[in-house]
Each structure stands twice: as C-alpha cells, then as structure tokens.
Nanobody, 117 residues
C-alpha cells in the first residue's frame, strides 16, 4: 500500500503562482512514475504533468511553459511549481503514483486550486 500526502493549493489571482508537493510513503526507487492530474467540475480527470523513470517529464499542452514538475529523491517527493496561473487552471489536483512492480495506481486525497480572474 502506498500513501501519497499532498500539500499546497489554495486561492490565487490570475497570473499568480502556487506550489504543490506530494510525498510518497515508499522509496522513490520503487516508483515508476509520479505526477499530478486535475479534475474541474463537470470534466474528466486529466494529466497535468508527470515524471517517469530516470527523470523524463511529460506535460499537458495547456500547462507547458507555465508549470514545472521536479522530483526530490531524498524526500520521495514530487513538486509542481505553477506559474502564470489562469482561471481555467481551477480544479482539484490529485497526486498519482505507479509502482515499478505493481499494476496498481495510487492517488492522493486531492487539493483544491482556485484561480480568480
């Protein structure tokens, strides 16, 4: 069983910045990918950004150039730095992790990000 503890999020004006962190209860060496998804009201959950394997990063087109995902191996953590936030970034953001040796997908409890215009 893997627990993901998220922090960050909140309310910010358009153009502002927020930082989300997600810490895993297992060593980062056991994780194949770890990243962030988001779900806005009435919409499907979508990938925001993820870090895979040796450090390859993948971003949704809508956040490229504005969001940066990074990994702190010593803390078993990923960080999502969100800059130039837009109202359309408003959603509940969920941390996700896939282990190297299990088909299971693990989710955090979600954290609300609200961007006012």
């Amino acid at each position: 069983q893997v627990q993901l503890v998220e922090s960050g999020g909140g309310l910010v004006q358009a153009g502002g910045s927020l930082r989300l962190t997600c810490a895993a209860s297992v060593g980062i060496f056991r994780i194949n990918s770890m990243g962030w998804y988001r779900q806005a009201p009435g919409k499907q959950r979508e990938l925001v950004a993820t870090v895979i394997g040796g450090g390859t990063t993948i971003y949704a087109d809508s956040v490229k150039g504005r969001f940066t995902i990074s990994r702190e191996n010593a803390k078993n953590m990923v960080i999502l730095q969100m800059n130039s936030l837009r109202p359309e970034d408003t959603a509940v953001y969920y941390c996700n992790a896939l282990l190297r040796t299990s088909p299971s997908s693990y989710w955090g409890q979600g954290t609300q990000v609200t961007v006012s215009s």
